[in-house]
């Protein structure tokens, strides 16, 4: 049985080891980065790469010149990014200087708050320099385009995703120590912070932020690529839904006029914040969540508290006790909000708060556990999510929310970083059993469904414990994606810390 348990580890482990390479894009692949199945591409084209205009368009071709053939030079167009993204006539990928691992499948470019997550696992197999690559080139997104982005295209410049910036550095330095690097990341990370708290993600009145795309009208690679088997986009999907259900979960008439069975303006800018909190989508927020423009969210404030408090912390690397301070202080006064807006006592959960309306939704949803991970919730408002774990249980981990939509980001289906999230945080106030108990039922489900089919997926069916999806997901896309850069990450993390003994011998 120890041979077994042994060969089949070791297997998951060299896949994973070799699909860091499948999934690294650098220089020697921007033809295989450029190209994008999400947008149409007119055949015998070339593929668009756009460089940030404080870089020489000259020096870079030069550069790229040196590590591509002609023949795939030719097939790649060089351009200087326009200082306005309205200017953007065709869509290309955004330039980044060095190595970066790619989540797989269709987003074959980089993401926003999957980087964290595969970031792990390239600490935890050791892949150095791809990890510091990986940290410098969301660094290098906030210095030349202004913040991180949902991903390095041209379309996705107007939105951003979860802010992991600062736990990225920090999970670094523990392994650099170099104070240089550190100190040389303070300017980005505060730009970077201050794009998440001032308007128009600022809620004034709470003093908490919220998800705001800066863009206008229909997300063009929704409009390409989430077509149904009958050619219908995603969009026109919606739409059938406004005109045969009633919705009171919200004010309709702000996202769809009825008479002329059109999406209003403010449905595509909430669809698109929808997309930059990365959960697309579930009806968290109201059907297709387009309602979230009004929401102070439970991950994203937890996330800002958790940047506040690491940069207190590296600036008391760094022997800035007067900025720590100042840094500490602000997660305090977040921490109190958050509890104050987004703690509801008599579910004894964090719920999202309604910033126009002053209730809290009650939808039941696995941000729940960001406050215990980032460690701002009291041992008694920790004991109360833990009171409510059954509301998640699931044979594969945790579900997503408690709720059956047709969307991926809710029952039946779990993901990785949902649930090193819920494990982690209910490690942090020593609900050891519970954390591992979802830990183990996760890993045994994605090492059944390795064993099955070979490789890892985006997410899983938590219910069924299987990687088989698609048939479920009624709206969005309905692929799951092979690779897979965080579900790799969170599986190398949840072995090191010493769960999934035992749950090889089930199998």
């Given at each position: 049985?120890?041979?077994?348990?042994?060969?089949?580890?070791?297997?998951?482990?060299?896949?994973?080891?070799?699909?860091?390479?499948?999934?690294?894009?650098?220089?020697?692949?921007?033809?295989?980065?450029?190209?994008?199945?999400?947008?149409?591409?007119?055949?015998n084209t070339p593929w668009l790469v756009y460089i940030s205009p404080q870089e020489d368009c000259n020096t870079v071709k030069s550069v790229l010149e040196r590590s591509l053939s002609a023949t795939e030079m030719q097939q790649i167009e060089i351009r200087t990014l326009p200082n306005e993204v309205a200017d953007i006539q065709e869509h290309g990928l955004l330039y980044l200087p060095g190595a970066y691992v790619v989540p797989g499948g269709r987003f074959n470019e980089m993401y926003g708050w999957d980087s964290y997550f595969i970031l792990l696992g390239l600490?935890?197999?050791?892949?150095?320099?791809?990890?510091?690559?990986?940290?410098?080139?969301?660094?290098?997104?906030?210095?030349?385009?202004?913040?991180?982005?949902?991903?390095?295209?041209?379309?996705?410049?107007?939105?951003?995703?979860?802010?992991?910036?600062?736990?990225?550095?920090?999970?670094?330095?523990?392994?650099?120590?170099?104070?240089?690097?550190?100190k040389s990341t303070l300017p980005l990370l505060e730009q970077f912070y201050y794009y998440w708290v001032v308007p128009p993600h600022l809620n004034p009145a709470t003093g908490l932020s919220r998800y705001f795309a800066l863009g206008e009208g229909p997300a063009p690679e929704v409009l390409f690529s989430e077509l149904d088997e009958a050619g219908?986009?995603?969009?026109?999907?919606?739409?059938?839904?406004?005109?045969?259900?009633?919705?009171?979960?919200?004010?309709?008439?702000?996202?769809?006029?009825?008479?002329?069975?059109?999406?209003?303006?403010?449905?595509?800018?909430?669809?698109?914040?929808?997309?930059?909190?990365?959960?697309?989508?579930?009806?968290?927020?109201?059907?297709?969540?387009?309602?979230?423009?009004?929401?102070?969210?439970?991950?994203?404030?937890?996330?800002?508290?958790?940047?506040?408090?690491?940069?207190?912390?590296?600036?008391?690397?760094?022997?800035?006790?007067?900025?720590?301070?100042?840094?500490?202080?602000?997660?305090?006064?977040?921490?109190?909000?958050?509890?104050?807006?987004?703690?509801?006592?008599?579910?004894?959960?964090?719920?999202?708060?309604?910033?126009?309306?002053?209730?809290?939704?009650?939808?039941?949803?696995?941000?729940?556990?960001?406050?215990?991970?980032?460690?701002?919730?009291?041992?008694?408002?920790?004991?109360?999510?833990?009171?409510?774990?059954?509301?998640?249980?699931?044979?594969?981990?945790?579900?997503?929310?408690?709720?059956?939509?047709?969307?991926?980001?809710?029952?039946?289906?779990?993901?990785?970083?949902?649930?090193?999230?819920?494990?982690?945080?209910?490690?942090?106030?020593?609900?050891?059993?519970?954390?591992?108990?979802?830990?183990?039922?996760?890993?045994?489900?994605?090492?059944?469904?390795?064993?099955?089919?070979?490789?890892?997926?985006?997410?899983?069916?938590?219910?069924?414990?299987?990687?088989?999806?698609?048939?479920?997901?009624?709206?969005?896309?309905?692929?799951?994606?092979?690779?897979?850069?965080?579900?790799?990450?969170?599986?190398?993390?949840?072995?090191?810390?010493?769960?999934?003994?035992?749950?090889?011998?089930?199998?």
């Amino acid at each position: 049985m120890t041979i077994q348990l042994t060969t089949q580890t070791q297997a998951i482990r060299t896949y994973i080891k070799q699909t860091w390479k499948t999934l690294t894009r650098s220089h020697q692949h921007l033809l295989e980065s450029a190209q994008d199945t999400k947008l149409e591409h007119p055949p015998n084209t070339p593929w668009l790469v756009y460089i940030s205009p404080q870089e020489d368009c000259n020096t870079v071709k030069s550069v790229l010149e040196r590590s591509l053939s002609a023949t795939e030079m030719q097939q790649i167009e060089i351009r200087t990014l326009p200082n306005e993204v309205a200017d953007i006539q065709e869509h290309g990928l955004l330039y980044l200087p060095g190595a970066y691992v790619v989540p797989g499948g269709r987003f074959n470019e980089m993401y926003g708050w999957d980087s964290y997550f595969i970031l792990l696992g390239l600490l935890r197999d050791e892949e150095w320099e791809l990890a510091q690559s990986q940290v410098d080139q969301l660094l290098y997104q906030v210095q030349h385009y202004g913040t991180i982005l949902n991903a390095n295209r041209t379309y996705m410049l107007t939105r951003s995703q979860p802010p992991v910036l600062s736990l990225m550095v920090l999970a670094l330095f523990q392994h650099t120590q170099d104070q240089a690097w550190l100190k040389s990341t303070l300017p980005l990370l505060e730009q970077f912070y201050y794009y998440w708290v001032v308007p128009p993600h600022l809620n004034p009145a709470t003093g908490l932020s919220r998800y705001f795309a800066l863009g206008e009208g229909p997300a063009p690679e929704v409009l390409f690529s989430e077509l149904d088997e009958a050619g219908r986009s995603h969009y026109e999907r919606v739409k059938e839904y406004y005109q045969k259900f009633e919705i009171d979960d919200y004010d309709v008439s702000l996202y769809y006029d009825r008479e002329k069975d059109e999406l209003t303006d403010l449905f595509y800018k909430g669809d698109r914040s929808m997309r930059e909190s990365g959960f697309d989508i579930s009806n968290r927020f109201g059907p297709f969540s387009v309602d979230i423009i009004h929401y102070a969210p439970v991950c994203l404030n937890c996330l800002l508290y958790q940047m506040e408090q690491d940069l207190a912390q590296i600036h008391d690397i760094l022997g800035n006790p007067e900025l720590r301070q100042q840094w500490s202080d602000r997660a305090s006064l977040r921490c109190e909000r958050i509890n104050q807006y987004l703690w509801d006592e008599e579910t004894g959960l964090y719920l999202d708060y309604n910033f126009h309306s002053g209730d809290r939704r009650h939808y039941e949803f696995a941000t729940t556990f960001y406050p215990l991970w980032t460690g701002l919730a009291s041992p008694t408002q920790a004991a109360r999510i833990a009171q409510n774990l059954p509301i998640f249980a699931a044979p594969g981990g945790i579900f997503t929310s408690s709720r059956v939509t047709g969307n991926q980001w809710d029952a039946p289906f779990g993901w990785s970083p949902l649930t090193l999230i819920a494990v982690l945080g209910l490690r942090r106030y020593g609900y050891h059993t519970e954390a591992k108990e979802i830990a183990d039922k996760f890993l045994a489900m994605a090492m059944q469904e390795f064993t099955r089919f070979g490789f890892f997926v985006e997410k899983y069916d938590v219910e069924r414990c299987s990687a088989q999806v698609s048939d479920e997901i009624c709206f969005g896309y309905s692929s799951n994606e092979i690779g897979f850069g965080w579900t790799n990450g969170v599986i190398l993390e949840l072995l090191a810390l010493g769960y999934g003994e035992g749950v090889m011998a089930s199998l």
